[in-house]
């Protein structure tokens, strides 16, 4: 990443099709792709996205006909009659279609199959041993199911392997708040106060003059850690910082404090570059369950301007409930969707 | 402690639940003297407004002594009785600033799904689902109060809980409801609901010089305390044609300012109102907008709307065309209590007002899910229901 291009540039390289959209206000940081997709990957022999789609079709019919007919499908593949588990499985089917055709988070939905497919031959594995069951109908069906495995982990590594080198994620967002530029950038430029309102970070040690140490939460209670370093200072108007090169996380990001042009406070714009690291699995879960890095600086700077203006973070975390059900417990106490 | 929970639709519960404690530094915890029921909790309670979990603590309408105090809190003091306004205000972002106390930008850490329904977020709001902020509610032996410097107002001990309590809300909504209408001397006003926020929109009309004041609703009691409160005119909208007897009570010019204080569950009889049922259980229309359709339609010409009833989502069938064509003004919005506390809680002292009027059920907080049935069926004559914890 240049140092020198602060000010928005018109030269920098053409966008393909696949970049986001960026307005006037995110192009003041000039990113080079070069550096960070040294990856190369061979071209898929199968569109994979339309045998994501193809596949999501495929499980909604599946998962219909389980909820539907259960007992008639438990009769065909010869596993008798279970309609409960069945229409269980039905809502998986369902579930994992509904999700490869939202064209989000394609390839963790098209794992999640994989995982259904392993899970029906384990299932069928266990009622062959009934004494209800017919065992040649069960092979047939166990036949069909791999068959439709063996295309499910070909989608899902397929998959993988292009978004992971689909362009890198920017993210803009801004948000006006009311203080001045000098008192916020002073409060950013002490990288120890990012956790106060970043929440997937756990600490950010100074090391030192521009460098600091990051660790971040990821998914299942474990950690990422990375370097990163100060590369532009503007004091009292913005900051760029990056990764350092070889870091597990690759992220570069830029903030600005713009004084409002009506003298009402100051407006924040945090522009991220953010490279998911490809094929690990605590990125793909993380946005399975929808930690996606615009909301999470939407979330961010809502958390900044709490803290900036009221000296505290709106929380109900901690307060008390009668008692939750099920879906309570899941749902409450973290990002509600 | 115990406390009101909201334990599904149509169901309300007593349950014992951990007292709350500070969180953050400027709270407060407050141990609760009175909490009422509001008509807005019916919405609540009649799963019209999403995002409510089982074990929500209900309730935005309470008072009490002060019992704990955050280090950031240095004008209350341990023992004090305040009355909270139910929006949670910081006092710092740009509305609060303006006095737009409800709209605080920084009190609802839900504020993203407020943002995705509404567009932007409101205020927080105490025991008022998660879209405003899963606030744990004031229907409960004890409370947490955050930004406890801005919000409670301290109230003298000469006043009883009855005569202050609805500074929490309904009072200071009605007074806004009124005040939206910029009544000048003599207008008319007419009010759609004779509950707790149109008896008092009926009583500030009256107290900022409206002339003549007509309210609408169908039961008798309510059409009773309408003209207590101040209506000269309290009609039974089953008996009457609504539209043709305001015409005729204005020389066909129709009232000066409307007040809609009935909100997503309105009532009516006929077509409209089976349209409406059939729409909003299928979930095509969040709100039964009945009451405003009729006040829209029956607005003069240049006339104000004032909605201080609760909207929650989408409404359908609103005759826009009236309000272009008729340069109509909609007023609305969550109340910003603390702008008009301390200045009712004057008129209060001075015997200009006294609330209490509207009381016709005082009970022990465990009674609460008898109350919300009562008050939702309109059984008992029931009004306005007050709770001791």
Redesign the interface.
């Known amino acids: 990443m240049s140092t020198e291009s602060f000010e928005p540039s018109r030269s920098a390289r053409p966008r393909s099709a696949a970049a986001p959209y960026a307005s006037p206000y995110t192009s003041y940081s000039e990113w080079s792709d070069e550096e960070i997709y040294a990856e190369q990957y061979e071209e898929p022999r199968i569109d994979p996205h339309r045998l994501a789609n193809v596949l999501g079709w495929f499980s909604i019919g599946l998962g219909l006909a389980e909820v539907l007919a259960p007992r008639a499908l438990g009769r065909a593949i010869g596993v008798g009659d279970r309609p409960q588990i069945m229409r269980l499985l039905g809502m998986r089917e369902i579930a994992s279609g509904l999700g490869l055709l939202s064209q989000r988070s394609t390839q963790a939905w098209a794992w999640s199959r994989v995982g259904g497919d392993a899970m029906d031959l384990a299932l069928l594995g266990i009622a062959a041993r009934d004494e209800r069951a017919d065992p040649k109908r069960i092979a047939f069906a166990a036949a069909a199911v791999t068959s439709v495995a063996a295309l499910d982990l070909y989608a899902s590594r397929a998959l993988s392997s292009v978004q992971a080198l689909e362009p890198a994620e920017i993210v803009s967002e801004s948000r ?1 708040i ?1 203080s001045t530029p000098e008192a916020l950038y002073a409060f950013w430029k002490n990288v120890e106060n990012l956790p106060r309102f970043m929440s997937h970070l756990e600490s950010v040690t100074p090391t030192g003059e521009r460098t600091s140490h990051w660790v971040a939460k990821a998914p299942a209670g474990m950690s990422v850690e990375w370097d990163a370093e100060i590369v532009r200072d503007d004091p009292n108007e913005g900051l760029s910082w990056q990764t350092v090169p070889g870091s597990e996380v690759t992220h570069e990001g830029t903030v600005r404090f713009e004084p409002d042009p009506a003298g ?2 100051t407006v924040v714009r945090v522009q991220v570059r953010y490279i998911p690291p490809a094929g690990k699995l605590g990125v793909q879960l993380a946005r399975l369950f929808g930690e996606e890095p615009k ?1 999470q600086i ?2 961010d700077l ?1 958390r900044l ?2 803290l900036i ?17 099920l ?2 417990r899941a ?2 106490g973290r ?2 969707q | 402690m115990r406390a009101v929970c909201w334990q599904g639709i149509g169901e309300v519960g007593v349950e014992n639940v951990a007292d709350p404690r500070i969180l953050n530094p400027r709270d407060a915890i407050v141990k609760v003297s009175s909490t009422a029921i509001c008509g807005s909790d019916l919405h609540l309670y009649d799963g019209y407004v999403p995002a409510m979990y089982r074990g929500d603590i209900l309730g935005h309408e309470f008072m009490g002594e002060v019992v704990d105090l955050g280090p950031g809190v240095t004008n209350l003091s341990i023992g004090d009785r305040v009355v909270v306004p139910f929006p949670i205000s910081c006092g710092n972002c740009y509305f609060c600033e303006k006095e737009l106390y409800s709209l605080c930008e920084n009190s609802n850490p839900n504020a993203h799904l407020a943002e995705k329904l509404w567009g932007h977020s409101p205020a927080g709001i105490f025991g008022y689902s998660h879209i405003t902020g899963g606030y744990a509610g004031g229907q409960a032996e004890y409370v947490r109060v955050p930004f406890a410097d801005v919000g409670p107002l301290k109230v003298p001990d000469a006043l009883d809980d009855e005569q202050v309590l609805f500074l929490s809300d309904i009072l200071p909504t009605g007074y806004m409801a009124a005040e939206q209408c910029d009544i000048e001397p003599g207008d008319t006003i007419a009010v759609w609901g004779c509950g707790p926020v149109g008896l008092f929109a009926i009583q500030s009309a009256k107290l900022l010089g409206a002339g003549r004041v007509f309210a609408i609703d169908r039961f008798p009691e309510r059409l009773a305390k309408a003209q207590a409160a101040g209506a000269e005119i309290a009609f039974n909208y089953e008996e009457v044609d609504v539209l043709e007897t305001l015409k005729d009570l204005t020389g066909g010019r129709g009232p000066d300012a409307c007040i809609d204080a009935v909100g997503m569950e309105a009532h009516v009889h006929g077509v409209m109102h089976v349209y409406d049922r059939v729409k909003q259980a299928m979930r095509l229309e969040s709100d039964r907008p009945a009451a405003l359709r009729q006040a829209i339609l029956a607005c003069r010409s240049g006339g104000t709307v004032s909605v201080p009833g609760v909207y929650g989502g989408f409404i359908d069938k609103v005759p826009f065309g009236s309000i272009v064509n008729k340069a109509i003004t909609i007023k609305s919005g969550q109340t910003h209590v603390h702008r008009y506390m301390r200045p009712l809680l004057e008129r209060i002292e001075s015997g200009e007002i006294d609330p209490s009027f509207i009381i016709t059920h005082r009970i022990d907080l465990d009674d609460a899910p008898l109350a919300y049935e009562a008050f939702r069926n309109k059984e008992d004559e029931c009004v306005k229901v007050v709770m001791r914890p």
């Not at chain 1, 975390?317 to 059900?325: D, K, N, V, W």
């Open positions: 006006a009311n009402r406070g909301l939407k979330d809502r301007k709490q203006e009221t000296g505290e973070v709106a929380t109900t975390l901690g307060q008390p409930a009668g008692r939750r059900s879906i309570g749902t409450l990002r509600m």
